[in-house]
């Protein structure tokens, strides 16, 4: 059987997963900027592992033209 897409469907999944990815880049950078004003003793090792996840996303939002 030959179906065609419901390129509809497409198009709201796509709409749904950019919403999402921008939400989580803007907790993770809202973390960052939490953290550069602290004085917690891990600080710089969190926060370039958030620059880690968020350059990722950005990669991934980009690659897929979200």
Do not use: A
Not at 15 to 29: F, N, S, Y
Not at 37 to 44: A, L, P, V
């Amino acid at each position: 059987m030959n179906t065609l897409p419901n390129l509809h469907q497409f198009t709201n999944v796509k709409h749904h997963l950019k919403c999402k990815l921008e939400k989580e880049l803007d907790v993770l950078e809202e973390r960052v900027r939490q953290l550069q004003g602290s004085s917690s003793k891990n600080r710089e090792i969190i926060i370039t592992t958030y620059r880690k996840i968020i350059d990722r996303k950005q990669d991934f939002k980009k690659h897929w033209d979200l």
